[in-house]
């Protein structure tokens, strides 16, 4: 069972565009993580955020974390073809020896 | 640093048949992980390794399932009796211990005919 929820499921978008992606749970976890997956590949870390209300950029990427640290989102501006992926968040809990909890997943598809 | 190696890409078989698969992780990485990912899907967590001991099997790893890390370094996944529902992307990842950031591999993809 996920008990991380990504919304939404899929995106299709136009280069240059906004998007954000939500990913929820109802569970608080101790620090949070957000992925990137290209077909036939394993996922590639993006960023990791630990403290409620963190917020992080990475270029065009803002990620935020809840103050509650229930909940996130990654923000992109102005979408490039190559931003194409499947997008995971991922929740690591403290004593949990760094086992992570993926969300649904949010794949986003960027034409030109 | 030659990254997390998976072997085989791709593994077809028949229903009934076993198959095994291997993950060499980065060499000084005492922690092991493997996950299950099907289509579309995030992936799920199904076991760790914390050097050559299995510490944790989630309850997704059947008795059909089985791990092993029996130097501490390469890790083989065996699935017995393969079923359809086996059919998924299985993944591993490695990092040391204390850190939170895990490298995954390219992954094995399973079809079960």
């Not at chain 1, 990504?6 to 949070?32: A, D, H, W």
């Not at chain 1, 992109?76 to 760094?98: E, H, R, V």
Request: charged share 20%; proline share 4%.
């Amino acid at each position: 069972t996920q008990l991380l929820e990504q919304s939404p499921q899929f995106l299709s978008i136009q280069e240059g565009e906004n998007l954000t992606v939500y990913c929820n749970s109802s569970s608080v976890f101790s620090s949070l993580q957000w992925y990137r997956q290209e077909p036939g590949e394993g996922p590639v870390l993006l960023v990791t955020v630990v403290t409620g209300g963190e917020v992080k950029k990475l270029k065009r990427l803002t990620f935020q974390f809840g103050d509650a640290r229930k909940d996130s989102s990654l923000h992109i501006t102005a979408a490039q073809p190559g931003d194409t992926g499947l997008y995971l968040c991922a929740g690591i809990n403290t004593g949990t020896a760094s086992k992570l909890t993926f969300g649904t997943g949010t794949r986003l598809q960027v034409t030109l | 640093d030659t990254g997390v190696s998976q072997d085989p890409r791709h593994k077809i078989t028949k229903r009934g048949q076993n198959v095994t698969f291997r993950c060499d992780p980065i060499s000084e990485h005492n922690r092991l992980y493997w996950y299950r990912q099907t289509l579309g899907q995030g992936p799920e967590f199904l076991t760790y390794f914390q050097n050559e001991a299995q510490l944790e099997k989630s309850r997704l790893l059947s008795d059909r399932f089985s791990a092993e890390r029996p130097k501490g370094s390469f890790s083989t996944l065996e699935i017995q009796r393969t079923e359809q529902g086996d059919s998924a992307m299985y993944l591993c990842a490695s990092n040391t211990g204390g850190r939170n950031i895990q490298y995954f591999g390219a992954g094995t993809r399973l079809s079960v005919l």
